[in-house]
Nanobody, 115 residues
Framework: QVQLVESGGGLVQAGGSLRLSCAASGSISSIDAMGWYRQALGKQRELVAG???????GYADSVKGRFTISRDMAKNTVYLQMNSLKPEDTAVYYC?????????WGQGIQVTVSS
């Protein structure tokens, strides 16, 4: 069983920064990809950023140039550095690990950006 635990969310003013962390524990073999999703009130969940085993990265157009996804494989941890935050970034953020074609999800963490 794989469990993902997120941390690092909270309230921040527009223009500020936050760093989200997601650490996995349990029986883990090869991680195919890691990603961050978010879901704002009244909206569908959307992919924010992803990183593959080969460290190829991709970002939603809305966060390019502001967010950076990274990983520490020794710790089975993925990070999302969020800079120049905007009120429209307010959402619940979920981490995702893809392992052997199965998806595992974090519990979700609130990020609120005030104007």
């Amino acid at each position: 069983q794989v469990q993902l635990v997120e941390s690092g969310g909270g309230l921040v003013q527009a223009g500020g920064s936050l760093r989200l962390s997601c650490a996995a524990s349990g029986s883990i073999s090869s991680i195919d990809a890691m990603g961050w999703y978010r879901q704002a009130l009244g909206k569908q969940r959307e992919l924010v950023a992803g990183i593959t085993l080969g460290k190829f990265t991709g970002y939603a157009d809305s966060v390019k140039g502001r967010f950076t996804i990274s990983r520490d494989m020794a710790k089975n941890t993925v990070y999302l550095q969020m800079n120049s935050l905007k009120p429209e970034d307010t959402a619940v953020y979920y981490c995702n690990f893809r392992i052997a074609l199965d998806d595992y999800w974090g519990q979700g963490i609130q990020v609120t950006v005030s104007s």
